[in-house]
């Protein structure tokens, strides 16, 4: 397999694939002015083109399909999350993803591991966002363990607050088995915190959001998040969960080096606009500019873009290059994740990556195709 186009930062480059690796990259004067870029990174999708992670349905057969959407948005690798339910639901989204990565290889290639989202997060209005109240609990060990081993030891992100009894002993435990834990939906003072990152939490989940409406201006939970270099942060770019202004001041923040773009996709994104009713987990209205509400009110209930849009609003909102905004959704989560070998189009890297057609003056792309170790999963 041979493509050529123009990188992230407009230089011609050319590469070949042989055994699913890139063999050879290098500057070409050839190339049809096309984007050639790495595939993208989703670190937390809990589901797309109304397939969710989380199903009462065990058969792995949507989340196959739900793939095949993904990957039509220029993401090549991606995260499944399961939210925030009772100790079996949860239990049965982590048992559905496994299955479909035994029966799937190319499924089983673009998931390099879980993301566990609660439970043990804040049960305060506003920090708990749309996790219902009534599955809220504290850290516990026997628990987590038993969904590590339902998961064949791929939970590779827990996302949770630190504000529990004992919180820094449990975040200790499950840093040392080397999870990725993440503070988010959270109200913890700044010494707990403090604590956490001490104890090995090194990621912020959709900072910003999962918060009170109205906060105290100085000390809170998200300044000292922003502050906090031992921490990354995840952000989703998407026009809803953060004004431009605040992404803006809050990567500038963060720095390009600890930021990561995520859609936060629930099974609603990449559907139609309407009204979609409780499954299972909760009743939503889905508005034409891909903002998710929960049904009759104004909150937000996860994301309804893709990742790649929020590649297009970092170069909108942040004034960012789109080589900064592509190294955020892609470099980025690859690093922070431990995936060497994805992110960048180098000799020796994994072959994921797109084709796009990319609008400067609109800040548009266009997914043309998308490859996987090698293998083209999505051609416009």
Same mark, same amino acid.
């Given at each position: 397999?041979?493509?050529?186009?123009?990188d992230?930062?407009?230089?011609?480059v /050319?590469?070949?694939?042989?055994?699913?690796?890139?063999?050879e990259?290098?500057?070409?004067g050839?190339?049809?002015?096309?984007?050639l870029a790495?595939?993208?990174?989703?670190?937390q999708?809990?589901g797309?083109a !109304?397939?969710g992670?989380k199903s #009462?349905d065990?058969n792995?057969? #949507?989340?196959?399909r739900?793939?095949?959407?993904? @990957?039509?948005t220029g993401v090549g690798?991606?995260?499944?999350t399961?939210?925030?339910? /009772?100790?079996?639901?949860i239990? !049965?989204?982590?048992?559905?993803?496994?299955s479909?990565?035994?029966?799937?290889s190319l499924?089983a290639?673009?998931?390099?591991?879980?993301? *566990?989202?609660g439970?043990?997060?804040?049960?305060?209005?506003?920090?708990r966002?749309?996790?219902?109240l009534?599955?809220?609990?504290?850290?516990?060990?026997?628990? =987590? /363990?038993?969904?590590?081993?339902?998961?064949?030891?791929?939970?590779?992100?827990l996302?949770?607050?630190p504000?529990?009894? !004992?919180?820094?002993? =449990?975040?200790?435990?499950?840093?040392?088995t080397g999870? +990725?834990?993440?503070i988010?939906?959270?109200?913890?003072?700044?010494?707990?915190i403090d604590?956490?990152?001490?104890?090995?939490?090194?990621?912020s989940?959709?900072l910003?959001? !999962?918060?009170?409406a109205?906060l105290?201006?100085?000390?809170?939970?998200i @300044?000292h998040?922003?502050?906090?270099?031992?921490l @990354?942060a995840?952000?989703?770019a998407?026009?809803?969960?953060?004004?431009?202004?605040t =992404?803006?001041?809050?990567l500038?923040?963060?720095t390009?080096?600890?930021a990561v773009?995520?859609?936060?996709? +629930?099974?609603f994104?990449?559907m139609?606009?309407?009204?979609y009713?409780d499954?299972?987990?909760?009743? *939503?209205d889905l508005?034409?500019?891909?903002?998710?509400?929960?049904?009759g009110t104004?909150y937000?209930?996860?994301?309804?873009?893709?990742l790649?849009?929020?590649?297009?609003?970092?170069?909108?909102?942040?004034g960012?290059p789109?080589?900064?905004?592509w190294r955020l959704?892609?470099?980025?989560p690859a690093?922070?994740?431990g995936l060497?070998d994805?992110g960048?189009?180098?000799?020796?890297a994994?072959a994921?990556?797109?084709?796009?057609? @990319?609008?400067?003056?609109a800040?548009?792309?266009?997914v043309r195709?998308?490859?996987?170790a090698g293998?083209v999963?999505y051609?416009?």
């Open positions: 397999m041979h493509r050529s186009g123009r992230v930062t407009g230089s011609p /050319s590469i070949r694939v042989g055994d699913g690796v890139i063999t990259c290098s500057a070409t050839v190339t049809d002015g096309r984007l790495p595939a993208l990174v989703d670190i999708l809990n797309y !109304g397939v992670v #009462d065990p792995p057969e #949507d989340l196959l739900m793939a095949r959407a993904v @990957w039509a690798s991606f995260v499944p399961v939210t925030t339910d /009772s100790c079996e639901r239990d !049965g989204g982590i048992r559905r993803v496994r479909a990565c035994a029966q799937d499924f290639s673009s998931v390099p591991g879980i993301h *566990v989202e439970p043990y997060i804040s049960r305060d209005d506003g920090p966002g749309a996790h219902p009534e599955h809220v609990r504290a850290p516990d060990w026997n628990e =987590f /363990s038993g969904w590590q081993d339902a998961a064949d030891g791929t939970i590779r992100i996302t949770l607050s504000e529990w009894d !004992g919180c820094a002993s =449990f975040i200790e435990c499950v840093a040392d999870v +990725v834990v993440a988010g939906h959270t109200q913890a003072t700044p010494e707990q604590d956490a990152v001490c104890a090995g939490a090194t990621l989940t959709h910003g959001n !999962g918060a009170h109205i105290a201006r100085h000390p809170n939970y @300044w998040q922003l502050a906090e270099d031992g @990354w995840s952000f989703i998407d026009g809803h969960h953060l004004p431009a202004a =992404f803006k001041a809050m500038r923040a963060k390009l080096e600890r773009l995520t859609s936060d996709a +629930v099974k994104a990449g139609p606009a309407g009204a009713g499954d299972g987990d909760f009743a *939503v508005l034409e500019n891909g903002r998710v509400q929960l049904a104004p937000l209930a996860g994301a309804g873009l893709p790649v849009r929020g590649v297009e609003n970092a170069v909108r909102f942040a960012v789109l080589a900064a905004a959704a892609a470099h980025n690093r922070l994740l060497e994805r960048a189009l180098i000799a020796g994994r994921d990556f797109v084709v796009c057609d @990319w609008d400067a003056d800040c548009e792309l266009y195709e998308t490859v996987v293998e999963v051609a416009a």
